[in-house]
């Protein structure tokens, strides 16, 4: 007996220092297969910093330590750490009020209200489409710049374009006036700080407007850039301004459209679930 004691010790040190480097941050279930880490889970899976999910034709909901909520349509992949969901592939539904990012192929899209939940989903050419349930989300890029701000209702679609072209804005919204500096609002709620034109017969109209964008940050903290306008036309009757608006935004080789009126959910498959694919 006493001869066995040092090997039980040991024993307990392993395991205490393998419970101490594993820590969970939270769960997945599925109605269904999905695979954690490479290995196919029925039911319930406990979620560590580093997890990859993926479904099948089952969705997975995972909830994390700290009341985030996400849930990955059918076939989805993610990597999950404790800050973040990195998805790879597919959609997914994201319900969360604190700093919780999800990353999409170099985006970063992060709630800025409490109770914030929105769609993200990566689409065929490049495309990464983001929708706001309710609440709103901030999308910006790897060096930080914000890219756009998805309000409730609304939805917005970076494509990745093809070169390093010009940075263009082209966008459909409202200019007013203030301190000195003309601006245009448009049907999201994003506002840009205009020059280089005389907006003020537009002032309180509804306009289309194309331009080039020379900065990322205004002078006066108003708006989210400076547009360089190259031409500017009012609509008559208000004409593309509403649920059907929608502005594009290039920045980077990264086109921005933004539009009001979303109908993006994350439904549960009604078929029988099969598993994963390998």
């Known amino acids: 007996m006493l001869k066995k004691l040092p090997v039980v010790a040991m024993l307990l040190s392993m395991s205490s220092f393998a419970a101490a480097g594993t820590v969970s941050i939270g769960t997945a279930s599925a109605r269904g297969d999905?695979?954690?880490?490479?290995?196919?889970?029925?039911?319930?899976?406990?979620?560590?910093?580093?997890?990859?999910?993926?479904?099948?034709?089952?969705?997975?909901?995972?909830?994390?330590?700290?009341?985030?909520?996400?849930?990955?349509?059918?076939?989805?992949?993610?990597?999950l750490y404790r800050d973040r969901l990195v998805l790879?592939?597919?959609?997914?539904?994201?319900?969360?009020?604190?700093?919780?990012?999800?990353?999409?192929?170099?985006?970063?899209?992060?709630?800025?209200?409490?109770?914030?939940?929105g769609v993200v989903s990566l689409k065929?050419?490049?495309?990464?489409?983001?929708?706001?349930?309710?609440?709103?989300?901030?999308?910006?890029n790897d060096h930080g710049v914000l890219l756009a701000h998805v309000p409730s209702g609304h939805v917005a679609f970076f494509a990745m374009q093809?070169?390093?072209?010009?940075?263009?804005?082209?966008?459909?919204?409202t200019?007013?006036?203030?301190?000195?500096?003309?601006?245009?609002?448009?049907?999201?709620?994003?506002?840009?700080?205009?020059?280089?034109?005389?907006?003020k017969r537009y002032v309180g109209k509804q306009v289309t407007l194309t331009g080039t964008v020379q900065a990322a940050v205004t002078a006066t903290q108003d708006a989210t850039s400076v547009v360089c306008g190259k031409s500017v036309a009012a609509n008559i009757n208000g004409g593309g301004v509403g649920m059907s608006a929608s502005s594009k935004f290039i920045v980077s080789g990264l086109a921005v459209y933004t539009a009001a009126g979303i109908g993006v959910v994350v439904e549960e498959a009604n078929q029988t679930p099969t598993p994963a694919s390998p």
């Open 162 to 173: 093809e070169g390093e072209g010009p940075t263009e804005y082209t966008g459909v919204g």
């Open 88 to 117: 790879q592939q597919g959609e997914t539904e994201l319900a969360a009020s604190s700093s919780f990012q999800l990353e999409a192929d170099g985006l970063h899209v992060t709630p800025n209200q409490p109770s914030s939940r």
């Open 34 to 79: 999905m695979r954690v880490d490479s290995y196919v889970v029925k039911g319930n899976a406990t979620l560590f910093d580093g997890s990859v999910v993926e479904t099948g034709q089952a969705t997975a909901d995972l909830r994390l330590d700290k009341g985030t909520q996400i849930t990955m349509a059918t076939s989805s992949r993610g990597t």
């Open 175 to 199: 200019i007013s006036y203030s301190s000195g500096h003309y601006y245009l609002t448009d049907s999201s709620g994003e506002k840009y700080e205009l020059t280089c034109k005389d907006y």
């Open 124 to 140: 065929a050419g490049n495309t990464v489409e983001v929708a706001a349930l309710s609440g709103s989300f901030g999308v910006t």
